[in-house]
């Protein structure tokens, strides 16, 4: 199965992830493995960034925290935009953005069939809630790869 090949860094922070992801999974599937390998807690809106199209999280109604030109996960093609765009980023929590770079890295020609964490760099998010206004956001302890691994492929393995 093609997999494409995403480096993701968050972006001030020194904190890296290299993954490998099946080429026929969606936005919302890239936007959970990115929550995984980061160790986010999924709190908040998140949308990708193509240039001028942003790709929204389908979940998002909220008209005053939407771009002026979107399209929701749902509607598009995540493998066109990875064969057209080499970066993009993907922001979490629109309201206080954490920012984080993707480079498209390559294309596994024979790849997995679920979600891979191929490198790590920097700790893992420890990410909580304080009250319905504010969120505590800390580094935690260092990635175990087994189990990121262990927590993808449960995820995501049919």
């Avoid at 979940?59 to 939407?66: F, G, K």
């Amino acid at each position: 199965m093609k997999n494409f090949v995403l480096k993701i860094e968050l972006r001030g922070e020194g904190i890296t992830r290299t993954v490998a992801i099946p080429a026929d999974y969606g936005f919302f599937d890239l936007h959970e493995v990115i929550q995984i390998v980061f160790g986010w807690e999924d709190y908040y809106y998140h949308q990708f960034d193509f240039g001028r199209t942003a790709i929204v999280d389908d979940a998002n109604e909220e008209a005053d925290l939407l771009p002026e030109k979107f399209r929701y996960e749902y509607e598009a093609n995540l493998e066109f935009f990875l064969m057209n765009f080499k970066n993009f980023t993907y922001t979490y929590d629109i309201e206080q953005p954490w920012v984080h770079e993707v480079e498209v890295e390559g294309i596994l020609e024979e790849g997995f069939d679920c979600p891979v964490l191929l490198e790590c760099a920097g700790r893992m998010i420890r990410e909580e809630i304080l009250d319905e206004n504010e969120t505590d956001v800390s580094l935690g302890d260092a990635p175990n790869k087994d189990f990121l691994n262990a927590y993808l492929k449960e995820t995501f393995y049919n």
